[in-house]
């Protein structure tokens, strides 16, 4: 399961966003999911700065969201809503 997103921020992902985006995962690890996105045939563990940083995601960019474990649909949700309306 995985859902589409658009990037709004003006600057991308770069660590303010990207320390949100990697809180939000955390909350989801604690039960076994695990959150993913994928960028321009990249993908990183939602719950690692360093590795969201390094796909380099940029305004209007598209960007998968994926997970696995017990609360996958919902991380896909949560996450995909902060996603799409990210800002700095």
């Known amino acids: ?5 658009t990037i709004i ?3 991308g992902i770069h660590t303010r966003p990207g ?8 909350e989801f690890k604690e039960d076994g999911t695990q959150i993913m996105l994928s960028y ?3 993908e990183a563990k939602a ?3 360093v590795k969201i940083l390094s796909l380099g995601i ?3 960019a598209e960007v998968i969201v994926s997970a696995e474990g017990p ?5 896909i ?10 800002v700095d």
Not at 19 to 26: D, W, Y
Not at 71 to 75: F, V, Y
Request: proline residues 0%; aromatic residues 0%.
């Open 19 to 26: 320390s949100v985006i990697v809180k939000k995962a955390k």
């Open 58 to 60: 940029k305004k209007d």
């Open 71 to 75: 609360s996958a649909e919902k991380a």
């Open 77 to 86: 949700e949560e996450m995909a809503e902060l996603l799409s309306t990210l």
């Open 9 to 11: 921020n003006e600057t």
């Open 40 to 42: 321009n045939g990249k």
């Open 47 to 49: 719950d690692s700065l």
């Open 1 to 5: 399961m995985s859902k589409t997103v």
